[in-house]
């Protein structure tokens, strides 16, 4: 992967920043969801929010190549991906319960927005207190593969219980990385006492 992001970031910083690259693919994902998949446009959707999520390799790699790393910039970057996640399982809820006309999905894709969000505060607060969190199993990247499978499986004509089964395969995996986030703060902090 390094050897195709590499050089793709170094042609791109001529007069791009890297929070720039950042904050177009996070406006590429949010219109990719929101404009395709709770449409029921899953193919091209799929194709749209898959291009711009790659970015999120692309503006770290950029920034590390430039040495222009900074706290900003990893704010920025985890903030917009709650935003571009939100975007995707929120899609997906509207598209459930409209189109595709199936409440379990709908109510699965609320499920995993929601604990997708709470797998990423976990970690953020964890860090802001001092501790590593640096442990579960459905963090976005899994998370993110799972979905764009599905969506690419809808778009080529699969029944929407393929959504509804990878949406509850992402909610147990999202509940257990909490609870297995939770465990690890509590084991550091019994480690280190009050």
């Given at each position: 992967?390094?050897?195709?992001?590499?050089?793709?970031?170094?042609?791109?910083?001529?007069?791009?920043?890297p929070?720039?690259v950042t904050?177009?693919?996070?406006?590429?994902?949010?219109a990719?969801?929101?404009a395709?998949?709770a449409?029921g446009?899953f193919l091209?959707?799929?194709a749209v929010?898959?291009?711009?999520v790659?970015t999120?390799?692309?503006?770290?790699?950029?920034?590390?190549?430039?040495?222009?790393?900074?706290?900003?910039g990893a704010?920025?970057?985890?903030?917009c991906?709650?935003a571009a996640?939100?975007a995707?399982?929120?899609s997906?809820?509207?598209?459930?319960a409209?189109g595709?006309?199936?409440s379990?999905?709908?109510?699965?894709?609320?499920?995993v927005?929601v604990?997708s969000?709470?797998?990423?505060?976990?970690?953020?607060r964890?860090?802001g207190?001092?501790?590593?969190?640096?442990?579960?199993?459905?963090?976005?990247?899994e998370r993110?593969?799972?979905?764009?499978?599905?969506?690419f499986?809808?778009?080529f004509?699969?029944p929407?219980t393929?959504?509804?089964?990878?949406?509850?395969?992402?909610?147990?995996?999202?509940l257990?990385?909490?609870?297995?986030?939770?465990?690890?703060v509590?084991?550091?902090?019994?480690?280190l006492?009050?």
């Amino acid at each position: 992967m390094g050897r195709v992001v590499t050089p793709l970031a170094t042609g791109l910083r001529a007069g791009i920043t890297p929070d720039a690259v950042t904050a177009a693919g996070t406006v590429g994902v949010v219109a990719g969801a929101l404009a395709l998949w709770a449409t029921g446009h899953f193919l091209a959707g799929t194709a749209v929010i898959t291009l711009f999520v790659l970015t999120d390799v692309l503006d770290g790699t950029m920034a590390r190549t430039l040495g222009t790393t900074s706290r900003f910039g990893a704010w920025l970057d985890s903030t917009c991906d709650r935003a571009a996640d939100a975007a995707v399982f929120g899609s997906l809820a509207w598209w459930f319960a409209h189109g595709g006309d199936d409440s379990l999905g709908q109510a699965l894709a609320l499920v995993v927005l929601v604990t997708s969000s709470l797998v990423s505060y976990a970690k953020a607060r964890a860090q802001g207190l001092g501790f590593s969190c640096d442990v579960g199993i459905a963090e976005r990247t899994e998370r993110l593969v799972v979905v764009l499978a599905a969506g690419f499986a809808l778009g080529f004509g699969a029944p929407g219980t393929v959504m509804v089964v990878a949406l509850a395969v992402l909610a147990a995996l999202t509940l257990i990385t909490v609870g297995q986030r939770a465990r690890e703060v509590r084991r550091q902090a019994t480690l280190l006492g009050p």
